[in-house]
């Protein structure tokens, strides 16, 4: 492909999509992209804006709720929670929507508000001060592993009975040790 070829193929794509771009008021923003070198086209869909429009003809299909589902301890976590990560600052459409749901305010008249004020966006953390570097002690292992197991049906008796007898064959294992 010369020169003049890919700058008239650059001409024809539209305004170029990505995943976290904010260009849509989406509380997840979720972009598809297919392409296919030996048909010459690709594709991309806005997939969030369609699930909102879809969200409105059939309401009775989505859940949107005020809580975080952890699906590691197995339970919700409620509010937002503080930026942790060690790698990057909070992107600026994470920042908006958190900033939304905090205050309980529109979208739209946060990225307004904030959009001068990027020096309070949350920066990476040092090392070793993010959630994701704290080790969960056994009584929060246990108590996620309580969970998963019920929600696949075991009797929480017969569970805890479990690891109680695996605790007294540790026990009785060092004992001998």
Same mark, same amino acid.
């Not at 010459?40 to 975080?68: H, M, T």
């Given at each position: 492909?010369?020169? /003049? *070829?890919?700058?008239?193929?650059?001409?024809?794509?539209? $305004?170029?999509?990505?995943?976290?771009?904010?260009?849509?008021?989406?509380? /997840?923003?979720?972009?598809?992209?297919?392409? &296919?070198?030996?048909?010459?086209?690709?594709?991309?869909?806005?997939?969030?804006?369609?699930?909102?429009?879809?969200?409105?003809?059939?309401? %009775?299909?989505?859940?949107?709720? *005020?809580?975080?589902?952890?699906? &590691?301890?197995?339970?919700?976590?409620?509010?937002? %929670?503080?930026?942790?990560?060690?790698?990057?600052?909070?992107?600026?459409?994470?920042?908006?929507? %958190?900033?939304?749901?905090?205050? &309980?305010?529109?979208?739209?008249?946060?990225?307004?508000?904030?959009?001068?004020?990027?020096?309070?966006?949350?920066?990476?953390?040092?090392?070793?001060?993010?959630?994701?570097?704290? %080790?969960?002690?056994?009584?929060?292992?246990?108590?996620?592993?309580? &969970?998963?197991?019920?929600?696949?049906?075991?009797?929480? *008796?017969?569970?805890?009975?479990?690891?109680?007898?695996? *605790?007294?064959?540790?026990? $009785?294992?060092?004992?001998?040790?």
């Amino acid at each position: 492909m010369g020169v /003049f *070829d890919k700058a008239l193929a650059l001409e024809m794509l539209p $305004d170029q999509w990505l995943v976290g771009d904010d260009k849509c008021d989406c509380t /997840f923003q979720r972009i598809g992209e297919w392409g &296919n070198p030996y048909i010459g086209k690709s594709l991309q869909v806005r997939l969030c804006c369609i699930w909102a429009e879809l969200a409105k003809e059939y309401p %009775q299909f989505v859940q949107e709720v *005020d809580c975080y589902w952890d699906r &590691n301890l197995i339970e919700p976590v409620m509010g937002a %929670q503080p930026w942790d990560s060690e790698e990057m600052d909070m992107p600026l459409d994470i920042w908006y929507r %958190q900033l939304a749901s905090e205050q &309980n305010r529109p979208l739209v008249e946060i990225r307004e508000e904030y959009r001068h004020k990027q020096h309070l966006r949350p920066r990476k953390t040092a090392r070793g001060t993010g959630r994701e570097s704290a %080790q969960p002690d056994k009584h929060e292992v246990r108590h996620a592993m309580l &969970n998963r197991l019920e929600k696949t049906g075991w009797r929480r *008796d017969d569970a805890i009975a479990t690891f109680e007898r695996r *605790d007294r064959e540790e026990r $009785d294992a060092q004992a001998r040790h």
